[in-house]
């Protein structure tokens, strides 16, 4: 299955998103029809597909589907909907490490919810697209993290330096039902699309403990919380932060603070001129009225010429060029990115993995090419340098091991070996130098 957006979904998004645009009061009536169509359940099937994932709580594979028939699996799910006897199982819940240090929980649906939920965000994305604000970057299309690096940057780089660097406590579990549910009914106000997102809010989520036994927990007296890892969990979670967005806006704090907000879903700084204190009490004040939490812990003010600030995986602030000794404003990887990729090539690279060469150097370069797509932004050369000494460190060590060479193994293999003749990437040579 092809996974560029066919034609048709294509022109249906375009109007779909060109109506709301148009019309910022109008509200859709007939969505629900939409959403059952054949094509559009191809189209998530195909992007379910290629995203793969883990099996929700009933086991199901895409291989398993595969073997059986898309097609019949797919008519099967389009007459549950269509005779609205539809209903999704339960979430089974999993955690994975989180960056700063313990554990963050999320929500893998089964298959068949997965795809029911792209269909909806397939119809639902364009219209909402439509009323985003400008400042916000997470989970759109065409917008990426990096762009709301790059967009901190050009601010702090204009003289917006007073940054408050914010955090939010537990977003996707503690967004209000109730209340996510108004702000979605003010563009979409077909019941039978209101009954599904309402059901996937009230799904109840599966645990199992260390001995497998499983326990429940949420379903219908939930009043809080999309699951991270749900297909349309994140346009939710941008569709509510966009109330604090356009509070913002409306209520002219742009101005009154001579500040501006760039947002990445829950992740978000607010960069201003002399005012970072009262923006940070105002948002404190306004976050209590939507039902969310600033962790204060986590959340600062600082003056980025003085103190540099982590945000989305990089550390803006003062750096110096190494060649003058010059200072300027600058962007890179954070340290904590840098370990982290360390953590996983040391991962990749134990003894425990007996896989041939190629494939093991191909998975490597994979992850390496991914980390420098997206750290591919301001002055990196010092992080790329420290990747790359790991890299090769760990690349040596080994193969070492592998092939029981005594001693520690730099003559045979060599840096110019490893990064030569055994193919591995080397991040230096993508490097660009730093701002003047």
Known sequence: MSLETPDKIRNLQRKL??????????????????????DILRHAYALARANVGAPGVDG???????AAGVEAWLAGLREDLVSKTYRPDPVRRATIPKPGGGERP?????????????????????IFEADFEDSAYGYRPRRSAVDAVKETHRLICRGYTDVVDADLSKYFDTIPHADLL??????????????LIRLWLKAPVEHRNGDGKRHMSGGKSSARGTPQGGVVSPLLSVVYMNRFLKHWRLSGRGEAFRAHVVSYADDFVILSRGCAAEALAWTRAVMTKLGLTLNEAKTSVKNARQDSFDFLGYTLGPQR????????????PSKKSVQRVKTKIGDMLKPVNKGAWPMVRDKLNRLLVGWSAYFGYGT?????????NHVYDRVRHFL??????QGRGT???????VYGELGVLLLKRTHIGPPP
């Open 321 to 332: 060029y190494r060649k003058d000794g010059h200072w300027y404003l600058g962007a890179s």
């Open 106 to 126: 999320l929500g893998i649906p089964t298959i068949r919810d997965r795809v029911v939920q792209g269909a909806a965000k397939l119809v639902l994305e364009p």
């Open 400 to 405: 070492v091991q592998r092939h029981k060479v």
């Open 17 to 38: 998103y060109c109506k709301a645009k148009a019309e910022p009061a109008f509200r859709f009536h007939l969505l629900y029809d939409k959403i059952c169509r054949e």
């Open 411 to 417: 003559r045979l293999f060599s840096r110019d070996e």
């Open 380 to 388: 990196r050369l010092q992080a790329y340098r420290a990747v790359d």
């Open 182 to 195: 108004k702000s979605v009914a003010r563009r979409v106000v077909d019941r039978h699309v209101l009954w």
């Open 60 to 66: 199901m594979t895409f291989d398993r589907i595969d």
